[in-house]
């Protein structure tokens, strides 16, 4: 190329630039003819009321945990089993043995009149098996109580000192070892708390035995046992009303939801998916030990115990001012999973705190006045 043309030719680049028409986002009359209107993305919505719903029984333990009480027809008993008592020496003279029960949770006050009886386990037990329904198992703890426990708590109280010096007397004169433990069980007179201490992440919360001994020179010796399974379980009969689901800590209660009129087209990219579950406040029994939310899971098998789960997500409190509404969650994968490659069979609903606390929530349900049902609002992206 000569110098010349060299020269000319970023001004003839110009130039071109300058005659050629301006490119916008829009195509061009002779580009719309070339798209056909089915490849352009289309976004819609639609919202949907549940179709029916059911409340049940699933048992769970809190394991690391010890909780005891009466609070209306709610109850929590736990199960201790401590090893160690050959450290003592047989001929000890045992001047107090008392199991403490750090207090970090009330259910529902935290002042209120405990009783417990003390009863000793007599047969060997599992805290990753034992559910409430064992309790009442013939023979597994000794049917007269060994010591008892009575208090009126305040709320500044931070323990529970329960007396255990016939037992560990006897453990200790029989040199054995490892004992099946103790059963706490509420009085009639425990009618208005559940209290004790629930698993803390990073912090050892389980209940204490210390034992105070004098050996043969009457020296006082203090021994810690050790501790070897720790549980507690709870029972009662959640109400049941028309319309309402019920959802219980710790003995648990769950509900099951379904959306059966849910129709979406084929081919859909889910953008949003919002639950919303309206709460009955009266009729739901919460403190602030406890967090304030219910966890949605994805049914994958719609049969009893329904426990074949996935995508768990948090639906949060909503608020109108200071008024609680309901919960809520984006379950939009769980939509998307239903429209691309799973069986729609509903969503399961469960306490956040399933195995640390007491809690109950009422949500209304499929059969409530229109305006309360659960409610699904989907917007989602038709595809090309």
């Known amino acids: 190329m000569s110098m010349k043309s060299k020269r000319l030719f970023p001004l003839i680049f110009l130039c071109v630039l300058l005659i050629s028409p301006g490119c916008s986002e829009d195509p061009s009359e002779l580009g719309l003819g070339l798209i056909s209107p089915e490849d352009l993305l289309k976004t819609d919505s639609l919202v949907t009321s549940s179709t029916s719903d059911t409340s049940f029984l699933y048992r769970v333990r809190g394991t690391s945990s010890a909780l005891v009480g009466k609070y209306r027809d709610l109850e929590a008993r736990t199960l201790i089993q401590y090893t160690g008592f050959s450290s003592i020496p047989q001929n000890a003279k045992i001047d107090s043995a008392v199991i403490v029960i750090q207090r970090n949770y009330s259910f529902m006050d935290s002042a209120g009149t405990l009783g417990l009886k003390v009863h000793e386990i007599l047969n060997s037990w599992s805290q990753d098996t034992f559910l409430w329904d064992s309790t009442g198992s013939s023979g597994l703890y000794n049917a007269a109580p060994d010591t008892f426990y009575l208090k009126n708590l305040a709320a500044s109280d931070t323990a529970i000192y329960v007396h255990i010096e016939p037992l560990v007397r006897r453990w200790v004169q029989s040199a054995t070892n490892s004992p099946n433990g103790i059963i706490l069980i509420s009085e009639p007179a425990s009618t208005n708390i559940i209290t004790g201490s629930k698993s803390v992440l990073g912090t050892d919360t389980r209940p204490v035995l210390s034992i105070t001994y004098r050996d043969t020179a009457d020296t006082a010796i203090t021994y810690v046992a050790a501790i070897s399974q720790l549980v507690y379980l709870a029972n009662g009969a959640a109400p049941r009303a028309q319309g309402k689901i019920y959802i219980q800590s710790a003995l648990a209660y769950r509900g099951v939801l379904r959306f059966d009129n849910l129709s979406l087209p084929p081919k859909v990219g889910i953008t949003k998916a919002i639950l919303d579950l309206p709460v009955d406040n009266s009729a739901s029994l919460l403190n602030g030990y406890a967090r304030d939310s219910i966890v949605v899971y994805m049914l994958r098998k719609d049969v009893l115990p329904y426990d074949s789960l996935i995508l768990a ?53 499929s059969n409530s006045p229109a305006a309360l049902r659960p409610k699904l609002t989907v917007t989602y992206t038709i595809l090309p």
């Open 313 to 365: 997500t948090v639906c949060s409190p909503v608020f109108n001012g200071s008024e609680k509404t309901g919960y809520r969650a984006d379950i939009k994968a769980m939509v998307q999973r239903w429209v691309t490659r799973e069986e729609n069979m509903g969503i399961l609903l469960r306490s956040y705190a399933e195995i640390t606390g007491m809690d109950r929530f009422v949500i209304y349900g």
